[in-house]
């Protein structure tokens, strides 16, 4: 079965991508999901506006992703979040938070679908965040969430 990925699929490919495969996984588990469409004619023109979104906010080389990294791995990144007396948190931290926290500590604009968080962020403290930048580099920063 040949697809268009919508989104990133691990092992698969990223969004705009076609891949071909088995027809039980891509009709029962991609194309619900929504992380693919089925392949046509007219999908296929889809693509391009697709990987142009995709070129428009990814980073653009190895050389560039290494740079955002050193930029990173130098913030201090704070986040006001709501707590109550014991310190838990009412609700949990998202990664559009933590994106936008990078981006008021001074950080670069992130995508928040390419953060890879420690489970759910419930309470006040210090969190190890991680975000794969380019397929070779991932960057980490420690995520200070206070109450605010």
């Known amino acids: 079965m040949k697809i268009i990925l919508t989104q990133e699929v691990s092992g698969l490919g990223a969004p705009g991508d076609i891949v071909e495969v088995k027809d039980g996984f891509g009709r029962n588990y991609l194309l619900p999901q929504g ?10 023109k889809q693509v391009t506006v697709i990987k142009r979104a995709r070129s428009a906010r990814e980073i653009r080389d190895l050389g560039h992703a290494t740079e955002v990294k050193d930029q990173l791995e130098g913030l201090k990144v704070n986040l006001k979040a709501r707590a109550g007396d014991g310190g838990r948190l009412f609700g ?3 990664p559009a938070e933590i994106v936008d926290a990078v981006k ?3 950080g670069p604009t992130l995508d928040r679908r390419r953060l890879e968080v420690p489970g759910h962020i419930k309470s006040i403290g210090s969190y190890p965040v991680r975000i794969k ?6 960057a980490k920063f420690d995520l200070h969430v206070v109450q605010g």
């Open 104 to 106: 008021a500590a001074g």
């Open 133 to 138: 930048l380019h397929p070779e580099v991932t």
């Open 35 to 44: 992380f693919a469409i089925a392949w046509t004619k007219g999908a296929e």
């Open 92 to 94: 949990s931290v998202t």
